[in-house]
Each structure stands twice: as C-alpha cells, then as structure tokens.
C-alpha cells in the first residue's frame, strides 16, 4: 500500500523568506501526486498536481513542486512566502481507486 | 454553481446517538469519500464509492456506515459503536478514479 511522508509537522518562516515543505511516497510505480491547502475550519483545495509530462509544476499563487522519481519526492516550494500562505499543507498521492494523505504541514508566516 | 456541500457545519451530539451528516453534490461525479480529520494525523479515509449501490471500506471504517443511493449523495451515519467520533469530518467528490478530489468545507462534529 502507498503511503506518503511528511516529516515536518509545522514549518515557521518570515515574511518574503523561502520555503520548502517536504513530502516523500512510498511506491516508484508510476504515481499521480497533489499538493493540497487547508485553511482554518475550511475544506481542502488543490494547490497543485502531477499526473504526466513535465516533472516542475506550478500553481497560479507562485508555489511549485518538483516530482523525482528516483527519489521518490514532491516536495513543494515557493521563493517568497506572504502571510496569507499561513495555512496547513497536505501532500497526496494515488493508489487505485483513492487519495492517500499525508500528515500534514503548518506553515506559519510571521511579518 | 457546482460544488459539495456539506451539512451541517457545527454538530453537537450525545455519546451513545446515532448521528448522520450530509454530502451532496452538483459535479455530476462518479466517485465519493469520507475522511475524518485529526490533529496531527493528517486525512484518514472511512468509505469510499465509485458508483451508486456500491461502496468500499477505508482504513477506519469501524463504527460508521454509508449509503450511496443517488450519484448526488453520500451520507455518513456516526454510530455509537465509534469509540471517539469527535473529529471534523471531510466529504469529496472525483470525477473518477484516482483523479483530483474536490473537498466540502466539513463537518465539525463533537460528542459530549
């Protein structure tokens, strides 16, 4: 069973810092993978994903992840962070008929 | 305008009760999940459907049961025989198989 890694439960950064938060699966089958965001009592949404083709994607607020398949990451990154990505930071990935999650990471973003 | 909708938002109950919470959806989707959502423990899946009549268990489907009736819908009933039911509880919609899911904005639910 796939199973994905995210070994950073909270991540603090400061305003305009980079940051990455790291995410790790399982399998080195052939795999779709997603970044999802959650914000305070609110569902999640898709931040990005990897289904085919080019290994860097992006999303439309700057975040980008990088797909290595020998490494078996999807860690997702973003040059300059502001205080509205405070939020929580689900990376997932497929197996068969569902999504697997991770635990999750907190970003905080001070001023 | 398409989306889950999930009610109700706050739901409070009393141990030993039998409580349902709703998932509904206008996406014309095939596939529907329930996740329940603990600090620190990220999404864990309790049942899943692919299709209307048929459904799967996930991980921690102990305590709970579902019902697909109509592709629209996906109820979740909370059963007394959950040990720990307090949780925010996440319904979500794909358009099939291992697709993107698309997520409700939750039910928080708390047993006293």
């Known amino acids: 069973a796939q199973s994905v890694t995210q070994l950073d439960s909270q991540v603090p950064v400061f305003e305009e810092a980079p940051v990455e938060l790291r995410c790790n699966y399982s399998s080195s089958v052939s795999v779709y993978l997603f970044w999802y965001v959650q914000y305070p009592n609110q569902g999640l949404q898709l931040l990005l994903k990897y289904l085919s083709g080019s290994t860097l994607v992006e999303s439309i607020n700057g975040f980008e992840a990088e797909f290595n398949k020998s490494q078996t990451s999807f860690h997702l990154r973003k040059p300059s962070v502001h205080i509205s990505d405070t939020a929580e930071y689900f990376c997932a990935v497929s197996e068969a008929d569902k999504l697997i999650f991770g635990t999750g990471t907190r970003l905080q973003v001070f001023p | 305008d398409g989306g889950i909708t999930q009610s109700p938002k706050y739901l409070f109950r009393k141990e030993g009760q039998n409580v349902t919470l709703s998932c509904e959806q206008n996406?014309?989707?095939?596939?529907m999940y329930w996740y329940r959502q603990d600090p620190g423990q990220g999404l864990r899946l309790i049942y899943y459907s692919q299709i209307v009549n048929d459904f799967q268990k996930g991980d921690i489907a102990e305590g709970y049961s579902v019902s697909r009736e109509k592709k629209e819908s996906f109820p979740l009933t909370v059963t007394s025989a959950q040990k720990n039911p307090t949780a925010f509880y996440l319904c979500a919609s794909s358009p099939y198989g291992p697709g993107e899911a698309f997520f409700g904005q939750g039910t928080r639910l708390t047993v006293v």
């Open positions: 996406l014309n989707h095939d596939a």
